[in-house]
């Protein structure tokens, strides 16, 4: 089978396509053939090396965390999942080594779930990791219905699908995007926006979701509100008894199973930004290097239908 592979840190031009052996399934995995994986900003800190004091992993590396993909075979023991279901994925791909810019790939049934029926196969992967990123940072938050949120990013992968999942829980969000995004800010539902041209007003919501590496933006927090950030390198420094926390995905199959039913009833919906063909991983590497995508950078797998 094909695999995008990295065998050392350094530029996007690294990555290259290599016929590796085709993984079996053990014992409680799935065997998917791929029909996309997704671009992440993890996907260029691992690349690159700034990610490398966290990365033990033995070159050459399959990178990738997104999949979306059809059951091929299953591993012993599997009842969740049967020979030709649609599933998705999110591979902790840094810590595990399992990637997923491969035509196969081998992974726990534990942490898939089913692609959402009605979607494009290939634009299912715009979901995994982003929407879990959104959707366990929210609960760490703990926003309750009713109370205010400021999202930053908020038209960015995990940024949008934080808007929508907090305006369908009721609670009333904020959103800071760059100039020109604010129509698509609403149309996620915010129902406020803010750009980061301007200084943001002081104290006026009771939380904020940081995405955008904007540690400034706790300040239009209100005095003991709360605050989840998900960018460690730029993380809020608790002030004025608000509480800061940060959130780190984690694989987790029953929730993307949720956040898949929400696509499926139309309070998520996956917003790709373009897809590239499976080889095309350098390039999609330096189009999200390079800020201003909306939505996801997809990898669709030839062999794929
Ligand atoms: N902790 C975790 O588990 C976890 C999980 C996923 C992601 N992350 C991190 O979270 C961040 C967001 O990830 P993502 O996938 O959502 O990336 P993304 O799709 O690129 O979204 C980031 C958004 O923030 C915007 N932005 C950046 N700086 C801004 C500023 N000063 N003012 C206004 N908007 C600004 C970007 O606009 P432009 O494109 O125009 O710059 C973009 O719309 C990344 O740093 C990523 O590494 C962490």
Redesign the pocket.
């Known amino acids: 089978m094909r695999a995008t592979v990295l065998p050392q840190y350094g530029e996007p031009e690294r990555l290259v396509v290599a016929e590796l052996p085709a993984p079996a399934p053990a014992p409680g995995q799935i065997l998917v053939r791929t029909a996309a994986s997704a671009v992440?900003?993890?996907d260029l800190?691992v690349r690159s090396g700034s990610a490398a004091e966290y990365v033990k992993l033995p070159f050459p590396m399959v990178l990738g965390w997104d999949l979306s993909g059809v059951v091929e075979a299953l591993g012993e023991g599997v009842t969740r999942f049967a020979v030709g279901d649609r599933v998705v994925a999110m591979s902790a791909q840094m810590a595990t080594g399992i990637g997923t810019h491969a035509e196969l790939v081998a992974l726990d049934a534990a942490i898939a779930a089913p692609a959402p029926q009605g979607a494009d196969l290939v634009h299912a992967a715009a979901l995994p990791?982003?929407g879990l990123?959104a959707d366990q940072a929210l609960e760490v938050l703990g926003a309750e219905s009713g109370s205010s949120l400021l999202v930053?990013?908020a038209?960015?992968?995990?940024?949008g699908f934080a808007v929508q999942l907090a305006a369908a829980r009721g609670i009333r969000v904020t959103a800071?995007?760059?100039p020109g995004d604010e129509e698509l800010a609403r149309s996620l539902g915010a129902s406020e926006v803010l750009t980061?041209d301007r200084p943001l007003p002081e104290g006026v919501v009771d939380a904020l979701f940081e995405?955008?590496?904007?540690a400034g933006a706790i300040a239009a927090v209100r005095d003991g509100g709360r605050a989840v950030s998900?960018?460690?390198a730029a993380a809020p420094q608790a002030e004025r008894g608000i509480e800061v926390k940060m959130?780190?995905?984690e694989q987790d199959g029953e929730r993307l199973t949720k956040l898949s039913g929400l696509v499926e009833s139309g309070t998520l919906t996956l917003r790709v930004a373009d897809v590239l063909d499976f080889a095309d991983a350098a390039l999609a590497h330096k189009r999200?290097g390079a800020?201003?995508?909306?939505g996801k950078l997809l990898l669709a797998s030839l062999t794929a239908n």
């Open positions: 992440n900003p993890v800190a990791l982003a990123t930053t990013g038209v960015g992968a995990v940024g800071l995007v760059r980061s995405t955008a590496g904007y998900i960018v460690p959130s780190f995905v999200l800020g201003g995508t909306r």
